[in-house]
């Protein structure tokens, strides 16, 4: 049996993790959803992820922080940040962090999904 893909989704917007966790789910992803960015950092201090999807802009922790924790915890792991606040100078700071891909939002989950399938296929999986 195939090992499914595994994606940790961090937005503090409820409808937003909803959303993308159906979408991902019904493509066949194994998917986990947070709406508060502390428990996804104990989570991900716990558990190893294929892929991790973070807003950027969140109370407490932003995706910054997230994207920090993960590639220190495992840097094989693909982070996509996705934000309504997308500026040059937070894309350079996620580029130079090692991001996988910045999307701005809103966005169409066809778009979102085309996104997690590079980061699958880049990662080998």
Same mark, same amino acid.
């Given at each position: 049996?195939?090992?499914?893909?595994?994606?940790?989704?961090?937005?503090?917007?409820?409808? *937003? @993790?909803?959303?993308?966790?159906?979408?991902?789910?019904?493509?066949?992803?194994?998917?986990?959803?947070?709406?508060?960015?502390?428990? %996804?950092?104990?989570?991900?201090?716990?558990?190893?992820?294929?892929?991790?999807?973070?807003? *950027?802009?969140?109370?407490?922790?932003? @995706?910054?922080?997230?994207?920090?924790?993960?590639?220190?915890?495992?840097?094989?792991?693909?982070?996509?940040?996705?934000?309504?606040? %997308?500026?040059?100078?937070?894309?350079?700071?996620?580029?130079?962090?090692?991001?996988?891909?910045?999307?701005?939002?809103?966005?169409?989950?066809?778009?979102?999904?085309?996104?997690?399938?590079?980061?699958? %296929? @880049?990662? @080998?999986?």
């Amino acid at each position: 049996m195939e090992r499914q893909t595994r994606i940790l989704v961090v937005d503090d917007e409820e409808i *937003v @993790g909803k959303r993308l966790l159906v979408a991902l789910k019904s493509s066949g992803y194994d998917v986990d959803t947070f709406v508060d960015p502390k428990a %996804a950092l104990a989570r991900i201090a716990e558990q190893e992820y294929d892929i991790v999807v973070t807003d *950027v802009r969140m109370k407490d922790v932003d @995706g910054i922080q997230i994207l920090e924790a993960v590639t220190k915890r495992s840097p094989r792991t693909k982070v996509v940040l996705i934000t309504a606040y %997308a500026t040059i100078e937070v894309a350079r700071e996620a580029v130079a962090k090692g991001v996988f891909d910045f999307i701005p939002k809103p966005f169409k989950v066809s778009e979102f999904l085309d996104v997690i399938a590079r980061a699958t %296929a @880049g990662a @080998g999986l």
